[in-house]
T-cell receptor, first 117, second 112 residues
Framework: GAVVSQHPSRVICKSGTSVKIECRSL??????MFWYRQFPKQSLMLMAT?????????EQGVEKDKFLINHASLTLSTLTVTSAHPEDSSFYIC?????????????FGNGTRLTVT | DAKTTQPPSMDCAEGRAANLPCNHS???????VYWYRQIHSQGPQYIIH???NNETNEMASLIITEDRKSSTLILPHATLRDTAVYYC?????????????FGGGTRLMVKP
């Protein structure tokens, strides 16, 4: 089945630094990928939609200059958390769907737990 | 996307069937019902989806009522590893650009 690989699985960084998270579709092409964020004991919240070859679409309240998204190929999207602060500590999850298959389901990466100290 | 309503939590004895309900009374004709689950500290895992017919795969069965206003996910023989939060989501399926909107889900606890 379709596999989405996310890296790193866990990262700890100091306040003010930037962190890049990669999301790859391993056996299919994805023109669109989605980035979610999940705080403890809460559900997943969509942050942005990543579109291959064009600008990402951000949800209301998500700063596009802070959460930089690049979708340079049909199998890779990256999320960079710039100038991270402790309140950015969260579980970040990407998802993707096979662009060539009708109503195929979204598949999710295993998430990246970011801790900003 | 249509809103869904699920009980916040359920318990199930190991080896018994777990029946997880979901109400989606405002579902429209072109919206599919998807089920995902999230085991602690992992990304959501796709389980099953359907439009109007009942569906079965190696993980679970999905029963959709005739009026499509509700559905039930059935795990036929629950194991401890099935302890997770289960999300029922409805969305239009024929578009690669459609994201999933997650509600609160049902926290299923499988007990020995």
């Amino acid at each position: 089945g379709a596999v989405v690989s996310q890296h790193p699985s866990r990262v700890i960084c100091k306040s003010g630094t930037s962190v890049k998270i990669e999301c790859r579709s391993l056996d299919f092409q994805a023109t669109t990928m989605f980035w979610y964020r999940q705080f403890p004991k809460q559900s997943l919240m969509l942050m942005a939609t990543s579109n291959e070859g064009s600008k990402a679409t951000y949800e209301q309240g998500v700063e596009k200059d802070k959460f930089l998204i690049n979708h340079a190929s049909l199998t890779l999207s990256t999320l960079t958390v710039t100038s991270a602060h402790p309140e950015d500590s969260s579980f970040y999850i990407c998802s993707a769907r096979d662009s060539d298959r009708g109503h195929s389901p979204l598949h999710f990466g295993n998430g990246t737990r970011l801790t900003v100290t | 996307d249509a809103k869904t309503t699920q009980p916040p939590s359920m318990d199930c004895a190991e080896g018994r069937a777990a029946n997880l309900p979901c109400n989606h009374s405002t579902i429209s004709g072109n919206e599919y019902v998807y089920w995902y689950r999230q085991i602690h500290s992992q990304g959501p895992q796709y389980i099953i989806h359907g439009l109007k017919n009942n569906e079965t795969n190696e993980m679970a069965s999905l029963i959709i009522t005739e009026d499509r206003k509700s559905s039930t996910l059935i795990l036929p023989h629950a194991t401890l590893r099935d302890t997770a939060v289960y999300y029922c989501i409805v969305r239009v399926g024929h578009n690669a650009g459609n994201m999933l909107t997650f509600g609160g889900g049902t926290r299923l606890m499988v007990k020995p």
